[in-house]
């Protein structure tokens, strides 16, 4: 590492972006059972199986609902093919329920595929690194006192806003767990809303939108694969510039990349739901 001040700072910042890129490289397929250890699954599972109680209440509230308004008269309900319809749909919501947990892991699986599927086709296995260019180094290293002093100040710019989008791209990917865990821990209590035809929509919504955090991870690997097709070709370095015209082009067009970066996987939630016509 250099022991220019301005160089260090610089690296620095490049150093937290790569980092946390990389960390989101590794969490788009880890599963939610293994995130920091496996802890805050064990936490979510028991939540699930209070929640698994509740569900079961309202399983029969949302039944007898759906009985009362889907039948005009206790004459129907009595009806052989009326009856037989009425145990299926109260069975197959009771088996959401007791196997809801199951029935999101296999689609959490399915989302994991279509993301290492979209990696394998890429042919990028690991996010590019960002570095430095030798001649900015070089020209900087070279500055005298005076000359660095505007450079310390477009610097600090750069690296805080490079720092700041670190730290906002990967708070994002975050949430898209804490977002399975919230889905998972309370999936019982939607699910049950299947046992009630006028309430059934509330479930399939919740299906919709649980698939939609899932397909999420697919729209964040295919921006960083962009970004990283980008960073394997960075900017330009116009080396009959200034040092700092040099710095200041060369940083705003790599912080333009970054934000269009951040900027999708900030609305990876919306392009899915648009996408689903949720």
């Known amino acids: 590492m250099s022991d220019n001040w301005v160089v260090q700072n610089l690296e620095h910042a490049l150093e937290t972006w790569n980092n946390k890129l990389t960390e989101i490289w590794s969490l788009l397929t880890q599963s939610p059972k293994d995130f920091k250890g496996g802890g805050i699954w064990k936490v979510i599972v028991e939540i699930n199986g209070t929640m698994q109680a509740i569900g079961f209440a309202l399983l029969v509230l949302f039944f007898v609902i759906g009985v009362v308004k889907t039948c005009g008269s206790f004459a129907e309900v009595k009806k052989p093919e009326h009856a037989l319809k009425l145990f299926i749909r109260f069975a197959l919501a009771k088996g959401l329920i007791t196997y809801g947990m199951e029935s999101m892991l296999a689609l959490f699986d399915i989302g994991q595929g279509i993301i290492s599927e ?161």
């Open 118 to 278: 979209i990696k394998t086709a890429s042919g990028i296995g690991s996010a590019t690194i960002t570095t430095l260019p030798s001649e900015l180094i070089k020209a900087i290293e070279d500055c005298g006192f005076f000359e660095s002093i505007p450079l310390w100040a477009v610097t600090l710019i750069g690296s805080l806003l490079v720092t700041v989008l670190s730290f906002i791209m990967i708070m994002t990917v975050y949430g898209r767990f804490f977002k399975l865990y919230m889905y998972t821990a309370l999936a019982p209590i939607p699910l049950s809303t299947f046992a009630g035809e006028p309430t059934q929509n509330v479930g399939k919504a919740f299906f919709k939108s649980y698939c939609a955090v899932l397909l999420e991870g697919a729209v964040i690997i295919l921006s960083c694969i962009i970004f990283s097709v980008f960073a394997a070709s960075p900017p330009v370095v116009d080396t009959n510039a200034a040092p700092v015209t040099m710095v200041w082009k060369y940083l705003g067009e790599l912080i333009f990349n970054m934000l269009i970066l951040v900027g999708t996987i900030k609305m990876s939630d919306r392009i899915i739901r648009e996408m689903m016509g949720l």
